[in-house]
């Protein structure tokens, strides 16, 4: 599959890069993606939630009224979770949500995400991107250029540069990576993904 190159300033040149089979041109296969979002969605969480259960609650532990001829039910202690104010029933208690994948699979995912945005013609290979300083105002202009203003953006660059990341920060719908570090998730929660041509081979060579 062939793609188009911009320059630096977003204009589309006579240059193309052709774009791996083994990576952009695979059947996708939805499980893997599935478990790889399912993941990184779970190692994000806290897990600090908690909720007082019936013996963390303060409070007296004197029996309500005498056990029978009040014609109610039984009570013994305020703190109960049938009362209010008592504690929580079964509640919530801090855990770890993590959970292992297989590398192979976690691979297989992200090249499947590749995949289907090959197939929508959501990627875009730029030629080389780098700021002289940290100007959100470039990175704009940069974005406008490619018509991708409205749109969200990955982009993925070969390494880390400072300038490109610090123009991108106040941009809430742009995320910049870099080629050892994307996920599953960001590239399928993104509109359009632009990658840095010098980013191609690291990708490909990290995948299979």
């Known amino acids: 599959m062939k793609v ?10 006579s240059k193309s890069v052709t774009l791996s089979e083994g990576v952009f041109g695979l059947e996708p296969n939805n499980h893997a ?41 039984r009570a013994g202690s305020a703190k109960s979770g049938t009362r209010v104010g008592g504690g929580r029933i079964f509640g919530p208690r801090p855990r770890n949500y993590h959970f292992k994948l297989n ?16 197939k929508n013609d959501a ?21 406008s250029s490619m018509n991708l203003v409205n749109d969200k953006v990955l982009l993925i660059l070969s390494e880390k540069n400072d300038n ?23 590239l399928l929660n993104a509109k359009k993904v632009v990658l840095a041509e010098n980013s ?3 990708i490909e060579k990290i995948l299979n």
Request: no cysteine.
């Open 33 to 73: 993606i599935y478990l790889d979002v399912k993941q990184h969605l779970a190692n994000r969480r806290q897990g600090t939630h908690k909720a007082k259960e019936r013996n963390e609650v303060a409070g007296s532990t004197k029996k309500l009224k005498k056990q029978k001829g009040t014609g109610g039910a």
């Open 164 to 186: 490109v990341y610090l123009a991108s920060r106040n941009l809430g719908k742009v995320k910049v990576v870099t080629a050892d570090s994307f996920n599953t998730f960001d």
């Open 103 to 118: 590398l192979k699979l976690k691979r297989l995912a992200r090249k499947s995400a590749f995949s289907y945005l090959a």
């Open 200 to 202: 191609l081979e690291k």
């Open 4 to 13: 188009n190159v911009y320059d630096s300033k977003g204009t589309v040149t």
């Open 123 to 143: 990627i875009m290979v730029i030629d080389s991107l780098n700021f002289d300083s940290p100007k959100t105002k470039d990175f704009i202009n940069l974005m």
